[in-house]
C-alpha cells in the first residue's frame, strides 16, 4: 500500500461505519460527512442507508451505503477492503452495529438461540470489523477503531445479561487492542454511551424482547433516565476520539456510575441487585 501522511481528523478521511442508517450509527456518519469526511454508511437496512447516503450527498457531503450484516466476516472483509482500494486508504472503522435483547428480563428466560444471535451480531460483528481492517491499518501504518460498546460495558445492569456480556467484553477487547496496536501507529476507542434517544431504547430494528412488552413502556422506563439526543452525542463523542481517548463515556453525567463502581463493585452490585428486583417483577411464565 502506498505511503500516507498520515490519520486524517477529519477532513477528507475515509470512514466505515457499520449499523450506520439510524441512531448512533446515523448521527456519526451525518457528522463525519459534516466535517468532511467520506463516508460508508454500512447497515442491514439498506433503502435507509441509501436515503441517509442521499441526504449527505444533497447537502454536499460525500457519502454512499453498502449492505451488510456484521455478523458475516467475509461480507465485512469484502467491504473493508473495497473501500481502501477506492480511496487508498482506510481512517477510520467505527464496529457501531448492535442488537438489544432481554431488555427488563432475567437470564433464566433467555434461550440459547437468543444468547448465540447477540454475540454474532455485538460481539462476533466488532471482532470481524477488527480482524478485517487491523491489518490493514497495520500495512499503511495508521488508523483508528472505534467500537461502540455501553455502559452496559463498564457496571452491571440486571435484566439486559446478553447486552451486558457482549458490552463488556468489547470493552476488553478494545484495551487489549489499544496496547498491542500502539507500536503500529494504530488507535483504538471504545464508545460508552449512557442512554441515547434513538430506535434502540425500543428495542430496536432487529432486537428482541424476551419478556412480552410494549415500545411504549420501553420508552417509559429510558426516558425517566433523560436520554441525551443522537446528534450531541456524535459531536462529542467524534471530539474525544479526536483526542485519541481510550473510553469515552458520553453524556459525561454518567462518569461518576463508572467511578463508583470501580470504587465499590459490591456496594453497586447491591444497589442494582435492589433496583432489578423492585422495577422489574419476575413474568409468570419464562419464554420457551
Known amino acids: ?38 463516508v460508508v454508511i454500512a447497515d442491514r437496512q439498506i433503502a435507509e442507508a441509501e436515503k441517509l447516503a442521499t441526504g449527505i450527498r444533497e447537502r454536499g457531503g460525500r457519502a454512499r451505503a453498502a449492505q451488510l450484516d456484521v455478523s458475516d466476516h467475509d461480507a465485512v472483509t469484502a467491504l473493508v477492503q473495497d473501500t481502501a482500494r477506492r480511496h487508498g486508504r482506510l481512517d477510520y472503522l467505527f464496529n457501531n452495529a448492535g442488537i438489544s435483547h432481554g431488555m427488563g428480563a432475567g437470564a433464566r428466560h433467555y434461550r440459547i438461540e437468543d444468547w448465540r444471535r447477540i454475540v454474532e451480531v455485538n460481539l462476533m460483528g466488532v471482532i470481524n470489523g477488527v480482524q478485517a481492517a487491523y491489518p490493514l491499518m497495520i500495512e499503511q501504518g495508521f488508523g483508528h477503531i472505534v467500537n461502540t460498546a455501553s455502559m ?7 435484566g439486559t445479561t446478553s447486552y451486558v456480556t457482549t458490552k463488556h467484553a468489547v470493552v476488553g477487547l478494545s484495551h487489549n487492542l489499544r496496547a498491542e496496536a500502539a507500536e503500529h501507529g494504530v488507535r483504538v476507542s471504545v464508545l460508552c454511551p449512557g442512554v441515547i434517544r434513538t430506535p434502540f431504547i425500543e428495542g430496536g430494528e432487529y432486537g428482541r424482547h424476551v419478556v412480552p412488552t410494549s415500545k411504549e413502556q420501553y420508552r417509559e422506563m429510558w426516558e425517566k433516565r433523560r436520554p441525551m439526543a443522537p446528534e450531541p452525542f456524535a459531536s462529542k463523542s467524534l471530539d ?7 473510553v469515552i463515556i458520553v453524556p459525561a453525567s454518567w462518569k461518576p456510575i463508572w467511578w463508583l463502581f470501580r470504587l465499590s463493585p459490591t456496594l453497586c452490585l447491591t444497589m442494582a441487585a435492589r433496583t432489578f428486583r423492585d422495577a422489574v417483577p419476575a413474568p409468570e411464565t419464562a419464554a420457551r
Do not use: F, W
Request: with cysteine; charged share 15%; glycine share 14%.
Open 152 to 158: 452496559a460495558g463498564l457496571v452491571p445492569s440486571p
Open 240 to 246: 474525544a476520539v479526536a483526542k485519541n481517548r481510550c
Open 1 to 38: 500500500m502506498a505511503a500516507h501522511d498520515g490519520i486524517r481528523t477529519y477532513d477528507q478521511a475515509v470512514c466505515v461505519i457499520t449499523g450506520g442508517a439510524s441512531g448512533i450509527g446515523r448521527a456519526l456518519a451525518t457528522e463525519l460527512a459534516t466535517r468532511g469526511a467520506e
